[in-house]
């Protein structure tokens, strides 16, 4: 279940990509971010690790300029 949760996870993020928005998907991203943790952790606690880092890899992927950003507000913008 927690492998049809990952998968159904990346289905709506790239539907959500194909929708227009006024606010460039910023909303939706952070509503695939808060929803990417929950499914991360059943993933990891019924499939183990490495399910889980792809699945993080993915989301990574998908959710590159969130992740940009945020590691860009962390360090202090030290990083390009």
């Known amino acids: 279940m927690s492998l ?10 790239q539907v959500i990509t194909m929708l227009p ?5 910023w909303r ?5 971010m808060g929803l990417a943790v929950p499914v ?3 993933l ?8 889980a880092l792809v699945f993080a890899l ?3 992927s998908i959710l590159r300029w969130p992740l940009r950003y945020g590691v860009r ?5 030290r990083v390009g």
């Open 58 to 60: 993915a989301a990574g």
């Open 73 to 77: 507000w962390v360090t202090g913008g």
């Open 44 to 51: 990891w606690a019924e499939q183990g690790w490495s399910a």
């Open 28 to 32: 939706a991203a952070y509503g695939l």
């Open 21 to 25: 928005t006024r606010d460039h998907h």
């Open 4 to 13: 049809l949760a990952a998968c159904l996870w990346v289905l709506l993020a």
């Open 40 to 42: 991360g952790g059943w």
